[in-house]
């Protein structure tokens, strides 16, 4: 891309991908520069001072074992995203897949792929996370399994209603007509519109799987100590919640405000793509 | 007629689902090492007595067995009975199951009569000032960790106010409403942002439909057009979004049971698969599976009744 | 696993506990206020009220208000005290126990039998109770007329009077447990000084006075003096201390400890913290390398700094332990404490020619302050040049690779059902006696030498001398990493009178007594 057309682009996007989408870059950043950002080590505890409120040595105070909450919140970005992005996309990615083929083949394809998707849907998710943790023990790793196992149905629904909308439309009869391939013409031809609604869908989708760590956090099932992710954190500190609410509310902080920035990048998303279903945040 | 086909049909595509969660749900949980004999025995008990007890629950059988009975006894209406708790399954399952779904019901409605008057505002004011800040403060309560929501709604009004109780279930619905009041809030407080963008979105475009053009020209006056077009074609999303989550939150409201010391479905999965009380576990994941497809049975349905078109398709 | 023979030769101090029967130090006012309903939170909730369904805290401290037993805790849990047997005769050999009943009613006002004594307590040691290996000395449980029960035993068993005080020995009525077994644990029929009115699993008991309970109260009428108690189930710690404050519980049981802290300071509430039979300490695997070196779990010991842990985690509530077990009975003091020494640690494991074997330092999730001590034992075990991970499971499953030996070292503790150093001495340092010295599989021919003698002795000061002998010893060979001898903290409105946490952990609810 030009750098004209790069600006020609800039300047189609709404406000509201602009702000989100600035503040994301600088969480971004901050994340990559975090070892160089606080003179404290994520890890390293200080027992003598453990519980300090929020000072100018220790903008977010310190934790339960002495360690800055401020370095080890800057350190959980890099975390914390890279669980958002893994957890996100790649059940996105064979979700779409499946939906998509589900949607464009029909027949027994599509009907042994919605039962298996009614399954996934129905299982309940936390049976299935107790059970894999109890097998692998609680980790970034287990996490991911369990996501993956169930988090591919919601695009291959998205997927598979655009898919049937798509399937009637002029350009993929034609295409067929012509006689290509069917993943010539799926892949080639239809996704391209098929995909739109789940990229919009994944911004908020990347806040709840954020979110879902945390909550299994508060269960005991997140990401074992001392790795410094976000709902790890905030749980750790909730025993803590009366007497040093900055353990746990900081971090719960750095939570909203990257939901708040990918949330408005979904909706700039969604109007910039043109989707009718705007944001789901 | 054809929609009580189309229910039947619904109801007989369950039974293929419901095999394959029992069968997942059972072999998974088998899966897991531990032993539910020596956990309730806390390790005190001789091999002797262990593998009496064991004899006596039938957990000694091979599992393809034991998977047979269960599912043979789950036809006839009968999950088998608490390893630890020695009471029914069903029994142990239904006493939670109505406050849980109470819970959820209240829940919904209170995140409804919250959601509807912000996201008319928003749509009515979109992109504005008043729009932006009703999405920030959104995304504060849907990020905010629950545990953290439900203990400040404690204090707010449990310790502070002192309106309302900070936990129980009471016995009247009278009673339901005022003590589920504060969890529901705090479930709420997630479900309503999410409420407020779909209803926001879908109003926007309804709003700039051709028909409700044509509605203006007749010259109706927004608020009527509000009321009377937009509302009505916004109830979709607002279905849509509940029907998901719900399914997810009756066993995911967990965190909101423990705060609220709650007796709900959610707690009650954990304890038993931290106990290995492999009926329980099992005739939860059944009961889920059910609850969530009767869920979307009913969103479809409400779909229906809204949009005559969906079935035609 | 646990066997009977660490009960063997429990010795005088038993008996001369039971001998005194220490009469409970309730608070003596005579003008005990009566009535009322006292609103407990606790974070256990009960599972059954079933006595021979073994069971968790969450049901034994529930089943402790509703069943009577033969012999009971006294006030302290220190001593034993008469149950539902008001006297008993032991013969000259040790072997043949006669109890003479009380004349007691169960809850249904149906008179305590000899029939219901000899059924509970057969059933108690049958094939299926857990604690049956209490009962397994036990030759036969027989009446022998229309108030008085003969129990003959196998060999001498002198811990038989304190075992029969434990909730698994409570005395049922046979026909109500006979009729409905499963019914039994939801509404059961016993004859302690309260009865189960409403049993709402997951969320509360309601208990109402047993009008037929027999023990006499400090103002001359029955016991209890509560009308009523309302259990609950709270298990988030937070909600349970609001709860307290907003005036909605009177008592709430396992007070985290940093709130503990702010509680002392409310002038409304009283803060208990009372020593209980509990160590909380760092399993160690013997079997699995770097940790079969005796070195290395030196090193594990120095480099543990309790002091920091002590004011950290437990926020001072606690002792720093100088032994293996908990403080029971025959407990040393001189025993000397392993010190926080970073630089001797180091030494000893260059001493090991420790080669980088990671130890896999588990917890069980949500284990709060366990995760707090893993994340401080992790980096000070690093210090001392160790590498250490922190692994995290699911309680049943540490319970299980724990049991069959696939760990390394495990943040728990242990607790003790019976007031008698002889039960976890046994069952914690001796390879043989079913819990492959539970769970660690530390081997020392010496200790269970002494062990076995202590076992055989009569003579108090005799096993006091070798059980301090085998705390010394298996403390310094590094059988484990103690780390404190914790105390319950619980709190309650200053209103309520009578509470006190005996030392097996519950409490008895008969004594205590509100005046709002």
């Known amino acids: ?281 | 007629m054809a929609i009580i086909e189309y229910i039947l049909g619904r109801i007989l595509q369950m039974v293929p689902v419901l095999i394959g969660v029992s069968l997942v749900a059972f072999l998974s949980i088998h899966l897991v090492p531990g032993d539910p004999v020596q956990i309730m025995m806390h390790g005190r008990a001789t091999e002797e007595v262990l593998a009496t007890v064991r004899g006596e629950l039938g957990l000694d059988r091979p599992l393809p067995i034991q998977y047979l009975r269960f599912v043979g006894g789950a036809m006839v209406g009968d999950l088998g009975k608490s390893i630890i708790q020695k009471a029914p399954v069903d029994e142990i399952i239904g006493e939670r199951l109505g406050p849980s779904l109470f819970l959820l019901v209240y829940s919904a409605v209170l995140a409804v009569v919250i959601a509807l008057p912000l996201a008319v505002v928003a749509a009515l004011k979109a992109e504005g000032p008043i729009d932006h800040g009703i999405r920030i403060v959104g995304i504060i309560g849907f990020a905010m960790p629950p545990f953290w929501v439900g203990l400040l709604l404690m204090v707010l009004f449990g310790l502070v106010l002192r309106w309302f109780p900070i936990s129980g279930y009471g016995r009247t619905f009278i009673e339901h409403l005022w003590h589920l009041f504060l969890p529901s809030l705090t479930i709420a407080a997630f479900l309503a942002p999410i409420l407020v963008q779909s209803l926001r979105s879908a109003m926007l475009d309804v709003m700039t439909a051709d028909y409700i053009e044509v509605a203006r020209a007749k010259g109706l006056s927004r608020r009527r057009i509000v009321l009377k077009h937009v509302l009505r074609n916004a109830a979709i999303p607002v279905i849509t979004v509940l029907a998901v989550n719900i399914g997810w939150l009756l066993g995911g409201a967990v965190v909101v049971e423990y705060v609220f010391a709650f007796p709900g479905l959610g707690s009650l999965l954990v304890r038993a698969v931290g106990h290995r009380d492999y009926p329980v576990i099992q005739g939860l994941s059944l009961v889920f599976a059910v609850i969530v497809m009767v869920i979307n049975l009913l969103a479809d349905l409400s779909y229906m009744a809204i949009d005559r078109r969906v079935l035609r398709r | 696993m646990s066997r009977q023979p660490y009960f063997r030769a429990l010795g005088a101090a038993l008996l001369a506990a039971a001998a005194t029967l220490a009469v409970g130090d309730v608070a003596a006012a005579a003008d005990v206020k009566r009535g009322g309903t006292l609103v407990l939170a606790r974070p256990e909730e009960p599972l059954t009220f079933n006595p021979f369904v073994p069971a968790d805290n969450g049901s034994i401290y529930a089943i402790e208000q509703v069943c009577d037993s033969l012999t009971e805790a006294d006030a302290t849990g220190l001593g034993l005290r008469p149950g539902l047997a008001e006297s008993w005769e032991i013969s000259a050999d040790t072997l043949t126990y006669v109890f003479k009943l009380r004349d007691a009613q169960f809850s249904n006002g149906q008179p305590v039998t000899v029939d219901d004594v000899v059924f509970s307590l057969r059933t108690a040691g049958g094939p299926t109770a857990a604690y049956a290996f209490g009962f397994e000395p036990i030759l036969a449980v027989e009446a022998a007329d229309d108030s008085h029960v003969t129990i003959t035993l196998k060999r001498p068993y002198t811990p038989l009077l304190s075992v029969l005080s434990l909730f698994a020995a409570a005395i049922v009525e046979k026909a109500s447990f006979e009729a409905d077994t499963d019914g039994f644990g939801q509404k059961p029929v016993c004859s302690g000084p309260f009865r189960v009115e409403e049993y709402a699993r997951g969320s509360s008991v309601v208990m109402v006075r047993n009008d037929n309970y027999w023990d006499i109260g400090v103002d001359g009428q029955p016991l209890p003096y509560l009308d009523r108690i309302e259990m609950l189930y709270v298990p988030e710690s937070n909600s349970r201390v609001l709860g307290l404050r907003s005036g909605d519980y009177d008592v709430i049981a396992s007070v985290p400890f940093n709130q503990a802290r702010q509680l002392e300071g409310d002038s409304e509430v009283t803060l208990e913290a009372q020593p209980i039979f509990r160590l909380d300490y760092v399993y160690l695997n013997h079997g699995k390398a770097p940790l079969d070196k005796k070195e290395i779990r030196l090193a594990l010991n120095y480099a543990a700094d309790r002091e920091a842990i002590l004011k950290t985690v437990y926020f001072g509530f606690g002792e720093i332990p100088n032994s293996y077990m908990p403080k029971v009975n025959y407990h040393s003091d001189t025993v000397e404490q392993i010190p926080y020494d970073i630089e001797k640690a180091k030494e000893l494991v260059a001493a090991a020619g420790y080669d980088g074997t990671p130890i896999d330092l588990m917890l069980s999730t949500g284990d709060a302050p366990g995760k707090q001590i893993a994340t401080i034992l992790q980096q000070a075990w690093q210090a001392a040049g160790l590498n250490v991970n922190i692994v995290e499971f699911e309680s049943g499953t540490a319970w299980d690779m724990t049991t069959k030996g696939e760990y390394q070292a495990y943040v728990s503790y242990i607790t003790s059902d019976i007031n008698d150093t002889d039960e976890l001495a046994v069952i914690q340092a001796d390879v043989n006696s079913g819990t492959n010295a539970f769970f660690t599989w530390y081997n020392n021919p010496e200790v269970i030498d002494l062990l076995a003698k202590a076992r055989q002795s009569a003579d108090s000061n005799e096993r006091a001398g070798l059980y301090a002998k085998v705390q010394d010893i298996a403390y310094h060979d590094g059988y484990s990493v103690p780390l404190n001898f914790v105390p319950s903290v619980n709190a309650y409105h200053n209103y309520v009178s009578g509470w006190r946490t005996v030392a097996n952990g519950w409490w008895w609810l008969k004594d205590v007594s509100v005046d709002k």
């Open chain 1, 1 to 281: 891309m030009t750098a004209i057309a790069i600006r020609d682009e800039l300047a189609r996007w709404p406000a509201s991908l602009k702000i989100g989408a600035t503040f994301f870059l600088l969480i971004v950043v901050t994340g990559l520069f975090a070892p160089w950002l606080t003179p404290y080590d994520p890890y390293t505890q200080d027992l003598a001072g453990f519980l300090q409120p929020p000072s100018w040595r220790h903008p977010f105070g310190t934790d339960h074992v002495g360690r800055d909450v401020l370095t080890r919140v800057l350190h959980g970005i890099r975390i914390d995203l890279q669980i958002g992005f893994i957890t996100t996309y790649v059940p996105m990615t064979y979700g779409l897949l499946l939906g998509a083929l589900s949607g464009y083949l029909g027949g027994w394809f599509d009907t042994l792929m919605m039962r298996l998707l009614d399954v996934a849907v129905a299982f309940p998710f936390l049976v299935l996370i107790i059970v894999i943790i109890a097998i692998l023990g609680p980790g970034v790793h287990t996490i991911y399994i369990a996501v993956f196992l169930l988090a591919w149905t919601m695009y291959a629904r998205l997927a598979r209603a655009e898919m049937l909308v798509e399937r009637g439309k002029d350009y993929v009869l034609a295409a067929r007509t012509l006689g290509y391939p069917t993943s010539r013409v799926v892949f080639r031809h239809a996704m391209p519109n098929v995909i739109n609604s789940s990229i919009v869908f994944s911004m908020a989708d990347f806040v709840l799987n954020i979110l879902l760590v945390s909550s299994l956090s508060f269960l005991g099932l997140g990401v074992p100590p001392p790795l410094p992710e976000w709902g790890a954190m905030v749980a750790e500190g909730r025993d803590f919640i009366f007497d040093a609410w900055w353990i746990s509310t900081l971090p719960g902080l750095a939570i909203v405000v990257t939901g708040a920035s990918l949330s408005l990048i979904g909706d700039g998303l969604a109007h910039r793509l043109g989707q009718r279903q705007r944001s789901f945040l």
